[in-house]
């Protein structure tokens, strides 16, 4: 079973995205038992949403506590970004995650 499933369309043109419009879905079901594998997510996210395709990340499991910010803590590696400056970055670029983060539906 995969941890980080990402949903998306590639290069399109704008003209022939159709129903689609270049979204991007990221699931993810591992939390900060594996930090590698939330930055990873987190990465293609904001990189989604910086460039303004509309972009929700689905978190399930272990992953809904990091809808919380004081859980989304961490760094996954040495030279990794901080998993709290990546959930910063992502909510500025206009990101949607479910559950949100002010815990409403």
């Known amino acids: 079973m995969r941890d980080i499933l990402l949903v998306t369309r ?3 043109p704008l003209a022939e995205r159709g ?3 270049g979204k991007a879905v990221i699931s993810l079901t591992t939390g900060l038992e594996d930090p590698e594998k939330v930055t990873v997510a987190f990465l293609v996210a904001v ?3 910086e ?3 509309p972009t929700l990340m689905f978190l399930t499991k272990e992953a809904v ?3 919380s910010e004081t859980v ?3 760094v996954a590696c040495e030279g990794c970004p901080p998993i709290p ?3 910063k970055r992502y909510q500025e670029a206009g990101g949607r995650a ?3 983060r002010d815990g409403g539906a």
């Open 10 to 12: 590639g290069a399109v």
């Open 19 to 21: 129903a689609m419009g």
């Open 47 to 49: 990189a989604a949403a």
């Open 51 to 53: 460039q303004q395709r």
């Open 65 to 67: 506590r990091l809808a």
């Open 72 to 74: 989304a803590q961490g």
């Open 85 to 87: 400056d990546l959930a």
């Open 98 to 100: 479910c559950p949100h």
